[in-house]
């Protein structure tokens, strides 16, 4: 628990350090939209038990041949999480496995205070030393701020050849992550050699990669032998990883998949896990925002983003807007504003939308308060004014811990938007920080079958672990959100 004082100092450097963005206004803002590919080409696979899918992603390490490229937001050293894909990395790199890995160094101060990871990863004993950007914390940069961040999650497994496999999503390499209700996709191309959703994900990789690695440069060679192999022994089996059958059955039944060319799979093959063979069109949106503050092109006024657009949220928006169904599974309700009139216009076409959201005891589980619950209920509040129509799901703690398969769940995760055919996926969490503040990727896939398979996952959870919030109720939450919670969640901005 926090201490009063120190949550006191930790608000007050908050305040002082964001204090000049309020006052100068922005130019507008720029994003990458690759070109749509008629047919994507692509299987993916939904992960919904995190365990299961840390277990296959180390799996898929320890099965890589050429090479291994991975971005996360925050990277730990637990022993059921962390440090198995760590362990993992460095035995890959003990093969000679081409390595690139970019951390997020302030996502990952909470759980990594010492950046250890750079420990594992820079160890000049290893028999091929990876290239490693510890990203963050660079003020001197100009127009960059500490709240800058590289939030992409993607971890690419032998890259450019007929065995590659994606992972991207909302998962990051953390403990939190276990506990965390969320989802993650695993992509392969059906017919190798032919251009497919993934190669626009290779190729925003070496653009990610190449603006961190200017910006912080990469990771000094460091020996830290006695630390790292003291560490190395805490490190958990597959087993203690996956904990129980049915996770050890699923994890057998998706590596089964992945074990052989997509065609030689038949459809039939009984994934516990949706998966989808994608013919239709899919493209990537990457909103290059570091790229673009490094080169200048936001323009010199960049220390105000309040009216910041993005491509990512415009796109978002005109795809609410024309929907009659509509789901959104956001980790916080702080809609930019492309995303908010979506969801008004689509309301006043009599559009069903349902947004799945944390309530504020699950925001407690990482702010203090709940305060960014506080920061969107007069926003959730207006929307239920709007329309009956309008469906606002809150993660009950209560529910989660009665039933057996969530009660490892402790907060709603999942950055999701379904618009009847149409979804979109990644790392932005549709909120004002992923617009302000992130480096995001999601990519937008036309697919009835798959929108359908997502609906029914959200569906099923919104019925198993999430409560209704009614307009009364939002008032009276909305009347507790006094002056000085407002002064604290104003503060809370820039890190949320």
């Known amino acids: 628990m926090i201490h009063r004082s120190r949550l006191l100092r930790l608000l007050s450097v ?43 992603r180390v799996a898929a390490i ?53 950046n250890r990871f750079e420990n594992f990863l820079t160890d000049p004993d290893l028999a091929r030393v990876p290239e490693v950007v510890s990203f963050g914390f660079h003020n001197l940069i100009p127009g960059l701020r500490w709240t800058d961040m590289m939030h992409e999650k993607i971890l690419i497994i032998d890259g450019g050849t007929p065995d590659e496999k994606i992972w991207i999503g909302g998962r990051n390499n953390s403990k939190d992550s276990i506990h965390y209700l969320d989802v993650a996709f695993i992509m392969r191309p059906i017919i190798p050699g032919k251009p ?5 994900i ?8 190449q603006i961190t690695q200017r910006i912080s440069g990469l990771a000094t060679t460091r020996k830290h032998r006695k630390f790292v192999d003291k560490r190395l022994l805490w490190t958990s089996t597959r087993d203690q990883i996956l904990q129980n059958e049915r996770r050890t059955l699923d994890f057998e039944r998706i590596q089964a998949v992945l074990s052989q060319p997509v065609l030689e799979v038949s459809p039939e093959h ?10 239709g069109p899919a493209r990537l949106i990457s909103n290059d925002f570091l790229s673009h503050i490094l080169t200048g092109d936001y323009g010199r006024h960049i220390s105000n983003r309040e009216h910041l657009p993005s491509d990512i949220d415009r796109v978002a928006g005109e795809m609410i807007s024309h929907a009659r169904t509509v789901y959104l599974a956001a980790m916080s309700v702080r809609l930019p504003v492309d995303i908010n009139q979506g969801l008004n216009q689509a309301l006043d076409h009599h559009a069903e939308i349902h947004l799945l959201t ?34 606002i799901h809150l993660l009950n703690e209560k529910l989660l811990k009665a039933r057996e398969e969530y009660d490892q769940y402790n907060y709603q995760h999942t950055k999701l938007l379904i618009a009847d055919d149409q979804v979109m996926l990644g790392s932005d969490n549709f909120n004002d920080t992923s617009r302000t503040n992130n480096d995001e990727m999601v990519v937008q896939i036309r697919d009835a079958q798959f929108a359908s398979n997502l609906k029914a996952v959200l569906q099923e959870e919104i019925d198993d672990v999430y409560t209704t919030l009614d307009t009364d109720t939002a008032r009276r939450e909305a009347g507790r959100n006094n002056i000085f919670k407002r002064w604290i969640n104003r503060i809370l901005l820039p890190i949320y």
């Open 62 to 114: 320890e099965q890589a041949k050429q090479s291994i490229d991975s971005a996360t937001y925050v990277q730990d050293m637990t022993s059921d999480s962390g440090l198995p894909l760590m362990k993992a990395f460095r035995d890959a790199q003990n093969r000679g496995i081409q390595g690139r890995y970019i951390v997020e160094r302030s996502g990952s101060l909470r759980a990594d205070l010492r």
């Open 196 to 200: 497919y959703l993934g190669d626009q």
């Open 270 to 279: 009984p994934l516990l896990d949706t998966e989808s063979r994608l013919n």
């Open 358 to 391: 944390n309530s504020a005891e699950t925001h407690r589980t990482l702010v203090p308060g709940g305060a960014p619950y506080f920061l969107g209920i007069r926003q959730m509040l207006e929307l239920l004014e709007r329309s009956p129509q309008m469906h």
């Open 202 to 209: 290779r190729e925003a990789y070496e653009s990610l990669f």
């Open 14 to 56: 908050i305040a002082l350090l964001n204090l000049s963005s309020w006052f100068v206004q922005a130019p507008v803002a720029f994003a990458r939209e690759h070109s749509w590919l008629a047919d994507a080409n692509t299987q993916i696979i939904v992960l919904r038990d995190a365990r299961v899918d840390f277990a296959l």
